[in-house]
């Protein structure tokens, strides 16, 4: 079974700043990784997916992630955080080979600060 | 392209009643996915379903919950006997058919269950 772990529940970030999210994978089977991000009261956008392309992954709003397999990562990263980067962050798993259901980790909720 | 649909946004229920929840998949999704959201934690997957096909329900509580996707209409998850540990929000994600490869999941806003 797969399962990620992301460390840190929240996160603050000055404006301006690098934003790093760290996540970790267990995966008996090469993975599939995503990142979403969650606004207040709403459902899960997509930012980015890691599906054995690129190792670096770019994604929406400036974010990215790199694939690392000999660390079992896949953390986010912002070069400059914005006022509007606030919201939950969650990285999620999935089984290539399996039935495409997606294992989430517990999520940072970041905080801007000016 | 309207996204995946979820009804009602926000369901307040009494112990012991019935919650319904509905999710229209995107337009060409045949897959749909419930997620169940508990405070402070992350989604947790509950059932996977193809029309008028239980493919995977692995996450579903063994007693009370039930989920369906019928030929026709959306997918309901349905929640018998409410208590006050099924408030949660609830998400449902749809996909395209899977082709072999990595289908990306796209979310609903979720329902918001709280049982009183």
């Known amino acids: 079974a797969q399962s990620v772990t992301q460390l840190g529940s929240h996160v603050s970030v000055s404006e301006g700043a690098l934003v790093l999210l760290r996540c970790n994978y267990s995966?008996?089977?090469?993975?599939?990784l995503f990142w979403y991000v969650q606004y207040p009261n709403q459902g899960l956008q997509l930012l980015l997916k890691?599906?054995?392309?690129?190792?670096l992954v770019k994604g929406i709003n400036g974010f990215e992630a790199e694939f690392k397999k000999s660390e079992t990562s896949f953390h986010l990263t912002k070069p400059s955080a914005h006022m509007s980067d606030a919201a939950e962050y969650f990285c999620a798993v999935s089984d290539r080979y399996g039935n495409n259901r997606l294992a989430f980790g517990k999520g940072n909720q970041v905080v801007v600060i000016p | 392209n309207a996204g995946v649909m979820q009804n009602p946004r926000h369901l307040v229920r009494r112990r012991g009643q019935e919650a319904r929840l509905r999710c229209s998949p995107m337009?060409?999704?045949?897959?749909v996915y419930w997620y169940r959201q508990l405070p402070e934690e992350g989604l947790k997957f509950m059932v996977y379903l193809q029309k008028e096909n239980i493919i995977d329900e692995s996450g579903m509580p063994k007693e009370r919950f039930s989920a369906e996707f019928p030929k026709e209409g959306p997918s309901i998850l349905r929640i018998q006997q409410v208590v006050r540990g099924d408030s949660a929000a609830y998400f449902c994600?749809?996909?395209?058919?899977?082709?072999?490869?990595?289908?990306?999941?796209?979310f609903g806003p979720g329902t918001r269950l709280l049982v009183l």
């Open positions: 995966s008996s089977v090469p993975p599939y």
């Open positions: 994600a749809s996909s395209p058919p899977l082709a072999g490869g990595e289908e990306t999941q796209y």
């Open positions: 337009k060409g999704h045949s897959h």
């Open positions: 890691y599906t054995s392309a690129a190792t």
